[in-house]
């Protein structure tokens, strides 16, 4: 057993935090959580420690006098490890003063923000598509003269900093750009700064892999079977080992170590996006973080009996310098389906959840939404029904169990007004 000890930087409703507390667990890794709230806020909800993630400097000062305080060398950590990318700069600060293996703060800040990226992408060459700066509230018939301009359509409207396709929408016309922006005004506020880009066409493509002193292992390639193409994005199916040609995924992770490189990211996970089309692939982002919700639960490495090592577990061997076992993952193929929401409301039930586990192939079904709370769909949303896990023989069965699991469920949603009757 290890006597490591990591401290992992969450939000308080963060689906990943406890998958990566239990692979601590296993590994015999001491995990000490800081979530993204104010220190006395998180007291109160039983939080060891607490910031405020959207102050990265403050907040990483706040950490480092909190563990100060604890004192001794037995307080020493071996690992800090942002959960989401709202904590990734504060990591890279803490891990820096700690004299931990980091990311550059800058690096890490810049694959959290989408300008900011898109800038360092362009610079180093990546292939990305035209983009520019705007700010909400500004003049709108200024916004898409320029956007008109700059990049044509049709386009994408994309908040800097919101995860999960949020705020994110296409316009292939003037009056759907004016639209789209006022749209995004009334997710993220007025005077906020936001991107336009030009759409990529061509099907999506996720990786999931580590990175080592820049170099990166590819652990997997998900394909996105349901088409991409707005005007919002709510992504449904990953599924692996990916079904595109070997030299087209060989092309995939040359363009995302490229990419990665671009922006100065060196260690720990990434999650990338990235576009395939006749051109080759085009990078739609690189996240320095692993796959969001619960989608990791997939993924198994080292075995094709067992239970394996997560990909919690690797991340976390790899941040407390502990061996790392196999990279290669099972040989079974993979998928998971992400459950969109079907309509804005209350969720009252769910029916079929049985039935859905029951379909050939289905490891689970996961419904994380809580029952009479609001649901709101993309492009506002910021979160799915649950996830359905799929294991099989090959990716086309696989999704054709997620499909069919899907099938099965059944959501009665309230509208919001029956709240008042």
Known sequence: ?????????TTPNSYRT????????RLGIEAVVAVDLPRTLAEEWNFPLGADFGRPVQASEQLIDALADSGGEENRYDAVLALDDSGSRVAALVAQKLGLPHNDPMAAEAARNKFRMRTMLAACGAPVPAFAEFRTGDNLKEIIARAE?????????????????????????RCELGAAVRRLTALIGDKQPFLIEG???????ALEGLLDRDRLHCLALFDKPDPLEGPYFEETIYVTPSRLHLETQNRIVETTE?????????????????????????????????????CSRILRFGM???????????ILRQACGLPLESLERESQAGGVMMIPIPEAGILRRVNGVEEARRVAGIEDVQITARLDQSIVPLPEGDAYLGFIFAKGPSPAQVEESLRNAHGSLRFEVDPEFALAQ
């Open 1 to 9: 057993m290890s006597s490591k000890r990591a401290l992992l930087l």
């Open 18 to 25: 406890q998958d990566y507390v239990d692979a601590a667990a």
């Open 149 to 173: 301009e700059a990049i044509g359509y049709p386009c994408v409207v994309k908040p800097e900093e919101l995860n999960g396709s949020r705020g994110v929408i296409r316009a292939n016309l």
């Open 199 to 205: 759409y990529i066409p061509g099907v999506e493509i």
């Open 258 to 294: 490229a990419a990665a490189r671009g922006l100065g990211l060196q260690t720990g996970p990434i999650h990338a996006e990235l576009r395939i089309n006749d051109d080759g692939p085009w990078i739609v982002e690189v996240a320095g973080r692993s796959i969001g919700g619960l």
């Open 304 to 314: 094709e009996v067992g239970n394996g090592s997560s990909l919690e577990d690797l």
